[in-house]
C-alpha cells in the first residue's frame, strides 16, 4: 500500500485542480508562490510527517502528556518537533512577511497541517494555538505586545493558547468570571481559572504566552463585558529576562484520547501579582477572539477530517492483506476447497471503504472550499466581492467544523469494523483514531453550539443572503454537471435538495419571525445534518465534474483511474448519503415540538 | 436522580405490561413462578448489582485484567462476584430443575442479566459463557459429560468458554484448524490454537471448561467437518483431583473498552497431550454451537443495550445537575443577568436524552420480545406453533444483536456529548461506556455477518415465511394502536413501512432467484439498518399502546407521567427515526453496484 495516513495525489488534486490554487496565487499577495513551489512545500511538509510524527502516534497514546511538580510534561519526541516545525515555519505560515510570517494562502496552510494531523494528531495543535495567538496580538495588539511577544513565538521558543472556558461557563462564555483589575501601570492584575487550556504547557517551549478572556472591574455582565488579554507565564523584563508571572499550571485532563496533546488547568493570580495586557480595546474580547475561534474551528474540522483519513488508510492497508471468507456461488453455497478471499473482495467491505473514502475527501474538499473563501476574502479588492466571500466563509465555517467531527465518528467506527475483533485492540491503531476523533465534536464550541450559530445567525443573517448566495454558487456546479451525460442524474439530485433547503426554511422561519427562537432553533443540529450532507454533496459533484472535465480533456498527470475513482466515489455519495436528507427535512419540518415544553422529569 | 444504570420501573412495565409475562407463567415450565416471586429475584439481582458490580466499574476499566506467568488476573472484587453469582444461581437460571437449574423463563433470565450489565458490562459475561457451555453439555453431551462437568458449572467453581476463532480464520469458521485426533480411549488429542476467548480464564475459578470447535483428522472440509469438544484446562480423574491438561494461556488482548472481561489467547495441545471429549456426534459441532451463538446473540445485544442505559443515565443525572447557558428571549437574546439555567432546559439536550432513551428502552423491548418467542417456542404444545415461534425467534435473533450494538454508538456517544469537554475526560462515565460498547458489533458475528444472515437465510428460509409471520405480528400492533385516536398516525406511519419492506423485498428477491447473491446481499447491512428500524418502530408502538391502554383503563400503578412518557418517546421515535426509512430503501432500491466488480485499486 502506497499510502499509510494520506493520500497526497488526492490532496493535490482537491487544491490545484477542483479548488483552483493557480487562481490565488495570481493574486497580488500570494504572488511570490506557483505551483511548483508550493508543490515543494507541500512534500517537504509530507517528509517531515513520515519521519517526524507519524512513526510517534502510537507511542504518544501510551506514553500520554502528565503533570507532575506544576509542570506539564509530553512525549520526549516534542523535542523534535517543536525544534523542527519551528524551523520550518509553521507558526506563520499565513502571516504577513512584514510580521515575519511566509504569506501563504490559507488553503496552502490548511493542507499542509492536514498533512501532519494525519500523520499525528497530536501534534499540530502546538504550532496551530501558537499561530493563532499571534495572529491575535498581532491583528489587535499593541506594538509594545507584538514586539514582545511575536518574535519568539514564531519559531516556537515560546507557545501560545487561549484560555476561554471556565469550571462554572463551558460554552457559556458570557459566564467568565475571571477578572482583570487595573493598575497604575500599563498592565491589569489577573485573577480566576480555566480548564480545558489545549497546548497550555511542556517542557520543549520556554514560555507560554495565554490570550486569556476577562472581565475588568466594573464591565458589563454577559460577553458585552469580556476583553481580551496577554498573559504571560513568566513575564519578560526589559533585559529579557524571564519572570514568574503566577500563572500556574494546577493539572492536566486525563483523556480518552488525543492523550499527547495536553489538556491544562491554569490558576492565574493565586498570589495577586499575575499581570496581564489588555489586547486592542475593553470589552471587545469576545469579537477579537472569534477571529481565532473561526480559523480554529476550520482547523478542528480539518484535524477531524485527517484522523478519519489516517483510520481509512489503516483499514484499508488490513482490508487489502487479510484472507477471510469465500464468495457465494450461483447455488449461494460457499467451496471450502478454495483459498480464502481478501476481505477486500466482499461488497460490504468495500461499502465500508467506499463511505469512509467519501466522507474524508469530501470533508477535505469542504475545507479547501471554506479556506478558498477566506484567501478570496483577504484579498479582493472590492467590498462587495470580499462582502460575498465573507458571507460564505462564516456560513461555512460552522459546517467545516461540524461535519467532519460528526461523520469523521462514523467513519472511524467503519475502520475499526474492517479490522473486527482486532480492530478492538490495541495493536492496531483504527481504535485509538476512533477514541481521539470523538474530541471534535467538542472542541471549539459543541455540535450543538455551530449549529445554533448556523441556524441561529449564519442563516438568518441579512435576510438570508449567505444562503442565497450558497445557493448560486451550488448552481453554478449543477450547471457545468448538466454538460457531463454521466453526472446529470446527480445534478438532478443535488437541484431537489437545494429546493428541499428552501422548503424546510419556509417551515422554519417563521418561527423565527415570530419570536418564537427556541422552536425556531430546537433541530438546529438536524439543520446541521441535513445542510452539510447536502453542502458535502456539492463537493462531491464539484470534484466529479473537474474528474469528468480532466478525462474529457486528456488533461491528465496520473492514470484514469485515479479521476474515475472520484467520480465512482461521488455516486457512491449520492447513493449511500444523499439519500437521507428527505427523511431529515421530514424531522425538521414536524409540527410536534417534542423536545420543548416538557417536564424534565419525563426522562 | 433515582436511576443510576437502569430504571426498574420501565424494565418491569416492559416485562409484565408489553411482553405479558403473566402469560408465561400459566405455561406449564414456569407455573412455580407468579409476578411477585419474579418481583422478589429481579430486585434481589438490583440489590446484588448496587452493592456488588455497579461500584467496582470504574475501577475495572483502571486496573484491567492482565496476563502473568501463565494467568490472567481480573479485578480482585471479582472474588466476591464470583461467590456470590455462583450462589445466586445465575448460571442457571433457565436450566431444568432436573439439571439443577431454576427453569426460568429466559425473557426473566435476560432481564437479570440486563440489570447486572447495565451496572458493570464487564462482569455477567462470566456468567453467561458458563451458562451457556454448560447447557451445551447438557443439550448434547454424554451422561458422563453432565456428571463431570455440569455440577461444578452451576455455582462458579468451574467457568466455562466457547472457543471459535482461530488467528487464521476469524469470521470463516469453515477454516478452522485446530484438530482432533481420535486415540484407543473415550477422548481425543486437541491440537490448535483460539484468539478472542472471553472469560478465558482468572484466579477465581479453579478450573475451565472449554468448549471448543475442532476437525476430527480426515473430516470434510469447510463447516461440514467441524466438531464440537469438551476440553478442560485441568481434567477431574476418577478420583476427584485436577490434572494439568495442555489448555494453555498464552496471551491476553489489550482492549480499548471492557477491559475488566478478560479476552485471552489459549494454546491447546502443545505437549501433544490435550485431551477433548467429543459432544455429541463428529462434524456436527457447528450446529450445536449454533444454539450457543444464537443465545449468546441475544445476549450481546442486550449487553449493548445495557451499556446504552446506563451512559443515559449518567448524562441524564449531569444535564439535571449542570447550569449553562440561558434561554433565548422574545427578541433572540440572552439576559446576561439571570442565573444559568441546568442544560437539561435546553432542547438540543432533551433530544439527545430523547434520542438515548428511545434506543435503549426501544431495544430493551426488543431483547424481551426475542426472548419472548424462545420461551413460547419452547414451552408451545403443537408442532405448528413452535415452528411459528421458531421463525419469530430466528428472524429477529441477528435484530436484536445488531441493532443495540449499532445504535448503541450513537447513544453513547449523545451521553459525551451532553457533559460537553467533561465527557472526554476520564473524570467522567460516558467515555468509558462509548469505549465499552464498541466490541458489541464485533462479538458473535459482526454486525456484516449478522446481516448476512438476517437477509441471506433469515429472511429467504421457506420463502419468506418468517418475515410473513413477522408483519402479522406488526399488523396486529398496528390494528390495536388504530382505536386510540392519539396513535393512529402512528400506526400509519408503520403500515406505510411495512409496504415499503415489501417493495424493498420485490427489488432485491430476484437477485437471489436470479443466482446473484453477491448482488441480493451486497448491501445486506443497510438492510439490517432499515429493517431493524421498522422492528424498533413497532416496538415502540406497542409499549405506547399498552401505556394508553394502561391509561385508558385507570389501571395504572406508577404515576400518569410514567405512561405519558412512553407514548411521548413513540413520538419521538416516529419523528426522529421512522424518517430515515425511506432514504434507507431508496439506496437498497438503486442498481448501481456500486461495491461490486470495481477493482481493489479504486481506493
Redesign the interface.
Known amino acids: 500500500m502506497k499510502h499509510d495516513y494520506v493520500d497526497i495525489d488526492t490532496l493535490k488534486f482537491l487544491l490545484y485542480n477542483v479548488h483552483q490554487t493557480e487562481d490565488l496565487l495570481s493574486r497580488e499577495r500570494f504572488s511570490d508562490y506557483d505551483i511548483t513551489s508550493i508543490d515543494i512545500f507541500i512534500d517537504s511538509v509530507k517528509t517531515f510527517s513520515d519521519t517526524a510524527l507519524f512513526p510517534f502516534i502510537k507511542d504518544m497514546d501510551e506514553k500520554p502528556s502528565y503533570f507532575k511538580d506544576g509542570k506539564i510534561n509530553v512525549h520526549p519526541q516534542f523535542e523534535n518537533i517543536i525544534k523542527t516545525g519551528g524551523e520550518m515555519g509553521f507558526v506563520g505560515l499565513g502571516f504577513d512577511y512584514d510580521d515575519g510570517g511566509m504569506q501563504m494562502p490559507s488553503t496552502i496552510f490548511h493542507a499542509a497541517y492536514f498533512i501532519m494531523e494525519a500523520a499525528n494528531n497530536h501534534v499540530p495543535g502546538y504550532f496551530g494555538l501558537t499561530a493563532g495567538s499571534a495572529n491575535l496580538i498581532l491583528s489587535f495588539g499593541s506594538q509594545m505586545l507584538k514586539n514582545t511577544y511575536v518574535p519568539n513565538m514564531l519559531d516556537l521558543t515560546w507557545g501560545g493558547t487561549m484560555c476561554l ?1 471556565e469550571p ?5 462564555l ?2 467568565v468570571k475571571t477578572t482583570a483589575s487595573p493598575t497604575s501601570e500599563d498592565y491589569y492584575l489577573i485573577k480566576g481559572q480555566k ?2 487550556i489545549s497546548a497550555g504547557d511542556h517542557q520543549f517551549s520556554s514560555n507560554f504566552v495565554h490570550l486569556v478572556l476577562a472581565r475588568v472591574y466594573g464591565a458589563p ?4 463585558g469580556v476583553s481580551l488579554f496577554v498573559v504571560p507565564k513568566k513575564r519578560p523584563t526589559q533585559n529579557g529576562e524571564l519572570v514568574y508571572n503566577s500563572a500556574d499550571i494546577v493539572g492536566e ?5 488525543q492523550k499527547g496533546y495536553c489538556t491544562t488547568h491554569i490558576v492565574f493570580g493565586d498570589n495577586d501579582n499575575c499581570r496581564g495586557w489588555l489586547v486592542g480595546e475593553p470589552n471587545k474580547g469576545l469579537s477579537y477572539m472569534f477571529q481565532m475561534m473561526n480559523e480554529a474551528r476550520i482547523a478542528t474540522g480539518r484535524m477531524g477530517t485527517a484522523i478519519a483519513s489516517a483510520a481509512y488508510y489503516s483499514s ?1 492497508k488490513y482490508a ?1 492483506e487479510r ?10 453455497q ?1 467451496n ?2 478454495e483459498e ?1 478471499t ?1 476481505i ?8 465500508m ?2 463511505s469512509q ?1 467519501a466522507i474524508v475527501e469530501g470533508s477535505m474538499s469542504l475545507i479547501f472550499q471554506t479556506s478558498n473563501y477566506f484567501d478570496k476574502e483577504i484579498t479582493s479588492t472590492s467590498d462587495e466581492e470580499k462582502e460575498k466571500y465573507n458571507l460564505l466563509l462564516e456560513l461555512l465555517t460552522p459546517i467545516a467544523k461540524t461535519y467532519p467531527a460528526e461523520k469523521g ?1 462514523e467513519s472511524t ?1 467503519n475502520a ?2 474492517i479490522l ?8 492496531f491503531m483504527p ?2 483514531y ?2 481521539d476523533i ?2 471534535i ?2 472542541y471549539e464550541g ?3 453550539i455551530q ?2 450559530d448556523l441556524l ?1 445567525r449564519k442563516i438568518t443573517e441579512q435576510n438570508g443572503k449567505a444562503l442565497e448566495l450558497l445557493a448560486e454558487e451550488i448552481q453554478q456546479t449543477i450547471k457545468e454537471a448538466n454538460s457531463y451525460d454521466d453526472l446529470k442524474p446527480y445534478a438532478a439530485i443535488l437541484l431537489e435538495n437545494l429546493g428541499l433547503v428552501k422548503k424546510v426554511m419556509n417551515i422554519l422561519m417563521p418561527h ?1 419571525l415570530k ?4 422552536r425556531f ?6 439543520f446541521m445534518n441535513f445542510l452539510g450532507t447536502i453542502v458535502v454533496g456539492w463537493q462531491w459533484l464539484k470534484i466529479a465534474n473537474k474528474a469528468t472535465q480532466v478525462l474529457e480533456k486528456k488533461n491528465v498527470n496520473l492514470p484514469n ?1 485515479f479521476y ?2 472520484k467520480i ?1 466515489t461521488m ?2 455519495f449520492y ?2 448519503e444523499m ?6 427535512a ?2 425538521l419540518m ?1 409540527n ?1 415540538e ?3 415544553s ?6
Do not use: W
Open positions: 472556558t462554572q461557563a463551558g460554552s457559556s458570557s459566564d480548564i480545558f455582565s454577559g460577553i458585552k485532563f486525563e483523556k480518552m484520547g484499508l487489502n484472507p477471510q471468507g469465500r464468495k457465494l456461488n450461483r447455488s449461494g460457499k471450502a476447497e480464502q481478501l477486500i473482495n466482499h461488497p460490504d467491505i468495500k461499502r471503504l467506499f473514502k465518528i467506527s475499526i469494523q473486527g475483533g482486532y480492530g478492538f485492540c490495541f495493536d481504535q485509538q476512533y477514541r470523538r474530541i465534536a467538542l459543541t455540535t450543538g449549529s445554533l441561529g423565527a419570536g418564537n427562537f427556541e432553533l430546537a433541530d438546529a443540529t438536524v483511474e474515475k475513482s465512482h455516486k457512491f447513493t449511500y439519500t437521507r436528507t428527505k427523511g431529515l421530514k424531522t414536524n410536534e417534542l423536545t420543548i416538557v417536564p424534565n422529569d419525563i426522562f
